[in-house]
């Protein structure tokens, strides 16, 4: 499709300024630029098709399936945005007065309420403006406790070889030394390989649980032993709760702190870079090293973000919260859960689950027999699901499962839909028999089919010159 800048004629426009109420003032000819900007000059009508097209190139939870694993891209309900819209909280200034703005202090103190309960922690930030900013203001949490104690040769973070790739990034970022372990084959922690590297110079372990495969821990209250044994903390990943939430809380499985991504499990829409928020509770020992904020307590020094972070981020997870309630909560990890065992059973038969067992809210399949036998990869068959309008799963991660495909439906998808997935994956297991060929080059409906992704991130053309 053509850029904006590429539909422009000159002298065409879609605005109509009003008289200007207000003393017309002249700027000195220094301050004046020289030629006016290039602006691409269109009418109204060519305007709103531009986005309109832009729109169409676009996936997201309103055009269809999107079980992109670890990233929990559910259906967000219209009222947490209505509510977030509302002027007494788009129109606040994080300077006003405090006693002028305790209603959004009252907003902060019930997320903050809330969110403990669900995770069993004892404080909570909101500063942190997503999942790895929250991993790296929880990580220096433990640096500041270990400091404390006078013990900072504590220089070292365990991090099991299924983690996120932030974990490993977060605790490097923080100065230590990260020291990754082997999952057992059964995707979990192999607490013999834990044992081995657990010593005085251990600060702490970071886990997801359930894990990057989709799989509850069972040994988790003996790796949190272990590891408090040795004098380190146990930081959760929590950015994704969908499994757990009014299910088990990580504070009494035994971790120190946590982040959780209100933009992923507490309904703030994502994926398009728009503000987060990683929320970063921790336990009565580590409260007095959260950041301090103008509405929040907190009396550490440290400093993560302006003022209390993405405000409007905490409105929509706190109008969430209170919608859902006490029953709905725990409803919706349930059905988190259902979903994803549904839609893996559906699908076994042809793709075959990497770990053949219940899973918690994602599962991954393993391709890497299905690609031997017909040369179709993991990458092949995401990309043929876009001609069928489904986003395709995340790829190749977690790490120790090759040509992997993580699928995470969510609980906001109806059985419908569930089936229609299942069967559009049996499709491509079968097509891939007949004409591989043709999964080789999918999509074949999109506007870009196989793009560089490495250069594509590494250097994006975002700035359109004039010639
Ligand atoms: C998404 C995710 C993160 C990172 O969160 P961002 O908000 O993208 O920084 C970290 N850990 C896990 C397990 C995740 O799924």
């Keep these: 499709m053509k850029l904006i800048f590429e539909k422009s004629v000159p002298g065409r426009k879609s605005t109509i300024l009003g008289k200007c109420d207000v003393e017309q003032v002249s700027l000195p000819e220094s301050m004046k630029r020289s030629a006016a900007p290039a602006l691409p000059e269109v009418s109204e009508t060519d305007l709103s098709r531009h986005y309109t097209e832009l729109c169409h190139n676009v996936h997201g939870v309103n055009c269809g399936f999107y079980p992109l694993g670890s990233c929990t891209m559910k259906y967000n309900p219209r009222i947490d945005e209505e509510i977030a819209a509302l002027p007494g909280f788009t129109g606040v200034h994080p300077l006003a007065p405090p006693e002028t703005t305790l209603g959004c202090r009252e907003v902060l103190d019930k997320a903050s309420e809330y969110l403990c309960e669900i995770t069993g922690m004892d404080g909570m930030t909101f500063q942190p403006a997503a999942g790895a900013h929250g991993e790296f203001t929880g990580v220096l949490l433990i640096k500041k406790y270990h400091d404390s104690r006078g013990e900072s040769r504590r220089n070292k973070i365990i991090v099991p070889d299924s983690a996120h790739g932030t974990n490993p990034a977060t605790a490097a970022m923080c100065g230590y030394q990260v020291v990754n372990i082997p999952s057992a084959p059964n995707g979990c922690v192999d607490l013999e390989a834990l044992k081995a590297v657990l010593g005085e110079d251990t600060a702490g372990l970071m886990l997801t649980n ?28 929590g950015a994704n709760l969908n499994a757990i939430m009014g299910a088990v809380r990580p504070g009494d499985m035994g971790f120190d702190c946590i982040h959780m991504n209100l933009h992923k499990t507490f309904a703030t829409p994502h994926g398009g870079g728009g503000p987060g928020a990683g929320a970063v509770g921790c336990k009565e020992h580590l409260k007095k090293f959260l950041p301090a904020s103008a509405l929040m307590d907190g009396a550490g020094e440290l400093q993560v973000r302006s003022f209390a972070g993405n405000f409007l981020v905490v409105v929509k997870a706190l109008t969430y ?52 036998r017909t040369g179709v990869s993991a990458l092949d068959v995401a990309k043929s699901l876009i001609d069928y309008g489904m986003h395709p799963p995340t790829m190749y991660f977690p790490l120790i499962v090759h040509e992997a495909l993580m699928l995470e439906p969510t609980e906001t998808e109806s059985r419908e839909t569930l089936d ?39 250097n994006p053309i975002l700035r359109y010159t004039a010639e």
């Design 210 to 237: 359930p894990n990057t495969v989709g799989i509850f821990d069972e040994n988790i209250l003996e790796i949190t032993r272990l590891v408090h044994e040795a004098g380190g903390l146990c930081y959760y990943d």
């Design 321 to 372: 919260i209170m919608t859902l309630g006490r029953e709905g909560i725990p409803e919706a990890s349930a059905n988190a859960v259902l979903n994803a065992n549904y839609l893996m059973r559906k699908i076994q038969g042809t793709f075959e689950p990497a770990f053949d067992r219940i899973c918690m809210h994602e599962f991954v399949l393993d391709l890497s027999e299905f690609k031997k």
């Design 420 to 458: 229609w997935a299942a069967d559009i994956f049996r499709k491509l297991y079968d097509l891939a028999e007949t004409d591989p060929e043709y999964m080789h080059s999918a999509p074949h409906s999109a506007a870009i089919a196989r793009p560089d992704e490495v250069r594509a991130a590494r």
